[in-house]
């Protein structure tokens, strides 16, 4: 069993950064892949960006990419999205999500509110 809490969320303005982190605990946390999405009000959740276990291979949304950074510290468990040039369409909840694979995910964390205002 893996258990992830995010982290990181707030109200920024538009151009604004900020970094989220998820927290993962299990033994075999190091070991998966990781991911982050979000969904905004009314829309269905949308992939954001992905990670492999070793951090060695990323993936973007081309949405974000250019803008957000995903990286990982085996170490400490934690993955992180670095977030810049924020858009007001950025606005949503960001979960971030554990698998196996990089296609298919087990688990899921709570969530973290992001809110950019224009």
């Known amino acids: 069993q893996v258990q992830l809490v995010e982290s990181g969320g707030g109200l920024v303005q538009a151009g604004g950064s900020l970094r989220l982190s998820c927290a993962a605990s299990g033994r075999t946390a190091r070991s998966y892949a990781m991911a982050w999405f979000r969904q905004a009000p009314g829309k269905e959740r949308e992939f954001v960006a992905a990670i492999n276990w070793s951090g060695g291979n990323t993936y973007y949304a081309d949405s974000v990419k250019g803008r957000f950074t995903i990286s990982r510290d085996n170490v400490k468990k934690t993955v992180y999205l670095q977030m810049n040039s924020l858009k007001p369409e950025d606005t949503a909840v960001y979960h971030c999500?554990?698998?196996?694979?990089?296609?298919?995910?087990?688990?899921w964390g709570q969530g973290t509110q992001v809110t950019v205002s224009s």
């Open positions: 999500a554990a698998g196996a694979l990089l296609s298919e995910y087990d688990y």
